[in-house]
């Protein structure tokens, strides 16, 4: 019988060791840790306020690490940065299914601020100017693109009205500036509801093109 026990003994211990051990992370996992840990820190810092110390320590590894993965802080920076640039296009895009205009307001409201809702930190890093030295993944750049999602469908709705659909850029990227600088003001406010919030964004914004002039004109005495 001890015998018995002796030879379980045996074969338990190399398992308990193993168990023991610290599990190493493969390349892809050390990555994603890496970004997350990024992400959170942008979000609370900004970018001059986060260090490539303060990442690599939270991640319990040294900075070596960092810049092996990411060539250094502005490289991390700017795969969040993308991420969350796709992230949001995408919410935005598959938001937009419906066939009448108005509706096509409110989806659009409603896409983006589910992901302030959803992706707080997200939306905190995107407000933020860009330190990095690119065309893309600054505020203004997220609102053109955006716009650009939706020129289409008011230059199609211009044409039914009479306008001129060459003007549907425009119109884009002031509605959807409209919508992106409310949402910005109600990360921190969160007051009224989403859907209060939604409704009045789209009041504004369908009412002002209901009653759109065909050639509008100024009434101040600034002509130029």
Do not use: C
Not at 103 to 118: G, K, N, P, R, V
Not at 122 to 151: C, K, M, N, Y
Not at 167 to 185: D, E, I, K, N, R
């Amino acid at each position: 019988m001890a015998s018995e026990e002796s030879s379980n003994d045996k074969t338990r211990t190399p398992a308990a060791g193993r168990r023991g051990r610290r599990v190493r992370m493969t390349g892809k996992e050390r990555r994603e840790q890496l970004l997350d840990i990024g992400r959170s820190l942008f979000a609370d810092k900004g970018f001059e306020g986060t260090s490539v110390e303060e990442i690599a320590a939270r991640a319990g590894v040294s900075k070596p690490v960092v810049y092996e993965h990411f060539g250094g802080k502005e490289g991390l920076y700017a795969v969040v940065v993308d991420r969350e640039m796709r992230k949001l296009l995408e919410m935005v895009t598959n938001g937009l299914t419906a066939g009448h205009p108005r509706e096509l307001l409110e989806q659009a409201a409603f896409s983006l601020l589910d992901y302030i809702d959803t992706y707080t930190d997200g939306f905190r890093i995107l407000v933020r100017d860009s330190p990095v030295a690119q065309s893309t993944g600054t505020f203004a750049s997220l609102i053109s693109d955006i716009a650009t999602q939706v020129e289409d469908i008011l230059g199609r709705e211009f044409k039914v009205r009479g306008f001129d659909p060459k003007l549907a850029p425009l119109y884009a990227q002031a509605l959807v500036g409209m919508v992106a600088l409310t949402g910005q003001w109600w990360l921190d406010a969160r007051k009224p509801k989403k859907a209060e919030v939604a409704a009045h964004l789209v009041n504004l914004a369908w009412h002002g093109l209901d009653g759109m002039e065909q050639k509008p004109r100024l009434i101040g005495h600034r002509k130029s």
